[in-house]
């Protein structure tokens, strides 16, 4: 095999573990394909070599796979690792407790947001629990639009070309709110967003030389959004970003 085939076969193996998503148990080779386009006869020959390093279970039974528990060692040893959840995480906890509000922070994995820390003030009653590795959409909440407020206009088109790609979600309303919640961004600080009923969140970039854009957020639950509280809520986020900021400055 040479160097280009030894690429691209790497590169259709990520593609096919990236294809287990949230809620999704098994998958077997046919799905697989499905989910990447990548033909059959392929796909049967790299789950094998998965299986054998250890990334994939053979569920024999159903003649499909599973995710192998070697996965999550990589996202554990990612947030164990970064100077930047280190330096952040404590920091976001104690606002949580202080603003008796959900934190997070996130950045882009292609055109959807995962949360590399959810801190939430009172998981019990939480309409979602918010974890750690979750992608939420990027074009559809205040931390993907804050995201691309905070990337150059070149790779604001690319993303906008894949969020009208998706179909009806994308809707020209809705490209219409992620350019609003955009200038917000420019013009306040922060942008506003209530993706689900009952929740408010307020998100900003956090931008600092030599790491990549990521977004910071603040949420509550059980509220009637108003622009009262949205301002309230970013004058807090403002806060707390620009000590999250100084924090990393020299990450």
Same mark, same amino acid.
């Given at each position: 095999?040479?160097s280009a085939?030894?690429?691209?076969s790497?590169?259709?193996?990520?593609?096919?573990?990236?294809?287990?998503r949230?809620?999704?148990?098994?998958?077997?080779?046919?799905?697989?394909?499905?989910?990447?386009?990548?033909?059959?006869?392929?796909v049967?020959?790299?789950?094998r070599?998965?299986?054998?390093?250890?990334?994939?279970?053979?569920?024999?039974s159903?003649r499909?796979y599973?995710?192998a528990?070697a996965?999550?060692?990589?996202?554990?040893?990612?947030r164990?690792?970064?100077?930047?959840?280190?330096a952040?995480g404590p920091?976001?906890?104690?606002e949580?407790?202080?603003?008796k509000?959900?934190?997070?922070?996130a950045?882009?994995?292609?055109?959807?947001?995962?949360y590399l820390?959810?801190v =939430?003030?009172?998981?019990? %009653?939480a309409?979602?629990n918010? *974890?750690? +590795?979750?992608q &939420?959409?990027m074009?559809s909440? @205040?931390?993907?639009r804050?995201y691309?407020?905070?990337?150059?206009?070149?790779?604001r088109?690319?993303?906008?070309?894949?969020?009208?790609?998706?179909g009806?979600?994308?809707?020209?309303n809705?490209l219409?709110?992620?350019?609003r919640?955009?200038?917000?961004?420019?013009?306040?600080?922060?942008?506003?967003?209530?993706?689900? =009923?009952?929740?408010?969140a %307020?998100?900003?970039?956090i931008? *600092?030389? +030599?790491?990549? &854009?990521?977004?910071?957020?603040? @949420?509550?639950q059980?509220?009637?959004?108003?622009?009262?509280?949205?301002?309230?809520?970013?004058?807090y986020l403002?806060?707390?970003?620009?000590?999250?900021?100084?924090a990393?400055?020299?990450?």
């Open positions: 095999m040479n085939d030894g690429n691209r790497l590169q259709r193996g990520v593609e096919i573990l990236r294809a287990f949230q809620g999704i148990d098994v998958l077997g080779n046919g799905e697989i394909a499905e989910r990447t386009g990548i033909p059959r006869a392929t049967s020959r790299l789950t070599t998965l299986v054998q390093t250890g990334m994939l279970d053979d569920v024999r159903e499909a599973r995710l528990a996965v999550i060692s990589f996202g554990h040893a990612m164990m690792s970064s100077p930047i959840l280190n952040l920091m976001m906890r104690v949580s407790m202080r603003r509000m959900n934190v997070g922070l950045t882009a994995d292609r055109s959807m947001m995962v820390e959810s =939430r003030f009172n998981p019990r %009653v309409l979602r918010v *974890v750690a +590795g979750q &939420v959409p074009e909440t @205040s931390l993907g804050a691309l407020a905070g990337i150059t206009e070149q790779e088109a690319k993303l906008f070309a894949t969020f009208k790609r998706r009806a979600g994308a809707t020209q809705l219409a709110e992620v350019q919640s955009i200038r917000s961004v420019k013009r306040d600080g922060y942008c506003a967003a209530s993706w689900q =009923r009952g929740v408010l %307020v998100a900003t970039p931008i *600092v030389k +030599g790491l990549p &854009v990521y977004a910071l957020n603040m @949420s509550t059980n509220v009637q959004p108003t622009s009262r509280l949205s301002a309230e809520m970013g004058a403002l806060a707390f970003a620009k000590r999250c900021n100084e990393l400055a020299g990450k």
